[in-house]
């Protein structure tokens, strides 16, 4: 026999803003220098580390990811062009723009992609869940006490809503203008909003009514 039941359906949502990115750049390069010595010893990777110094992001969120590079008749040489990834991480949106612009002021740099973060996204997800329950909870008490029947407890609780992953942000050409023009035409704005959601269908389990 299946228990006397109230059926409530909750759902909670809340835009949040991005609070940093990653940036992935490419540095062409006219000689191929590996590991942490790029930065030293690759005059154009060296450049761009002093450009993004100078506008105050820190050298431990400047990553090389990788190197590519081009062999003359199958042999590496001095003269070897080569390509190095590199990622900033973690640039806060306030400092985007200048960042953006240091980027931008060096000619053997390309950006390839931003992916926007979400620090709190997790944080408010759980909050929206506990409000979502709380507000469920309360609903069913309400509808109870006007059908004049008591909630004795949780029957069946099902749970939806999501909190956002990273977002990537392909950059267009007009995205990496040179340090000569006066104004930085990114091709978006500077921030990402994103929603975060929680939901709850929740089945109460009730006490019978009274018969007349």
């Known amino acids: 026999m ?6 409530i359906h909750i759902h909670r949502e809340a835009e949040l803003d991005a609070d940093s990115a990653d940036l992935h750049l490419n540095v062409n390069g006219s ?6 010595q790029a930065f030293k010893q690759a005059k154009e990777v ?10 105050g992001v820190a050298e431990d969120k400047i990553k090389l990811k990788a190197v590519n590079f081009d062999m003359q008749a ?30 931008a002021s060096q000619k053997n740099c390309q950006m390839q ?4 973060n979400y620090s709190q996204a997790k944080a408010t997800r759980k909050r929206l869940r506990t409000e979502a329950l ?9 509808d109870a006490a006007l059908l004049g029947v008591r909630v004795l407890g949780i029957h069946t609780l099902h749970e ?14 007009s995205a990496a203008p040179r340090a000569k023009q006066r104004s930085v035409d990114l091709g978006f704005t500077l921030g990402n909003t994103t929603t ?12 019978a009514m009274a018969e007349d």
């Open 2 to 7: 299946q228990p006397d039941t109230i059926s």
């Open 31 to 36: 000689s191929v220098v590996s590991g942490q």
């Open 46 to 55: 060296r450049a761009l580390v002093q450009a993004l110094t100078r506008v």
């Open 74 to 103: 199958g042999m590496l040489l001095k003269s070897s062009s080569a390509r190095y990834s590199i990622t900033l991480t973690k640039v806060s949106i306030d400092q985007l723009a200048d960042v953006l612009g240091a980027i």
């Open 113 to 116: 992609h931003l992916t926007w």
């Open 134 to 142: 709380q507000a469920a909870l309360d609903q069913a008490k309400d």
């Open 160 to 173: 939806s809503g999501h909190a956002p992953a990273p977002q990537q942000r392909m950059m267009m050409a």
């Open 196 to 207: 975060v959601s929680a939901g709850v269908d929740a089945t109460f389990r009730v006490s």
